[in-house]
Nanobody
Framework: QVQLVESGGGLVQAGGSLRLSCAAS????????MGWFRHAPGKEREFVAAIRWNYGYTYYADSVKGRFTISRVVAKNTVYLQMSSLKPEDTGVYYC?????????????????WGQGTQVTISS
């Protein structure tokens, strides 16, 4: 089992920044891909960014490229999502997920473990 706990969400104005954290514990996950997804009202959960835990390779959705940065601190077993130049359309519940197959999937169903989510609200 892998446990994931997100934190860092909140309410900010458009143009502002937030940093989300995802603390991971449980089974060894050095080969996993850790991803961030978001779920906005009336929309399906969508991929935001992912990072391969052992090498640090990253991948981003086009909608956040250049504005968001995913990173991890191995010693803290924590994945971060630094979000800048935030827009109202970035509003949603942000979830951290772990993909045990390590295929760098952008598909929600390929992720095996999820956190409880953290709300991000961007006001215009």
């Amino acid at each position: 089992q892998v446990q994931l706990v997100e934190s860092g969400g909140g309410l900010v104005q458009a143009g502002g920044s937030l940093r989300l954290s995802c603390a991971a514990s449980g089974r060894p996950f050095s080969r996993y891909v850790m991803g961030w997804f978001r779920h906005a009202p009336g929309k399906e959960r969508e991929f935001v960014a992912a990072i391969r835990w052992n090498y640090g390779y990253t991948y981003y959705a086009d909608s956040v490229k250049g504005r968001f940065t995913i990173s991890r601190v191995v010693a803290k077993n924590t994945v971060y999502l630094q979000m800048s130049s935030l827009k109202p359309e970035d509003t949603g519940v942000y979830y951290c997920g772990a993909e045990t197959a390590g295929t760098f999937s952008v598909t929600e169903r390929e992720y095996d473990y999820w956190g409880q989510g953290t709300q991000v609200t961007i006001s215009s």
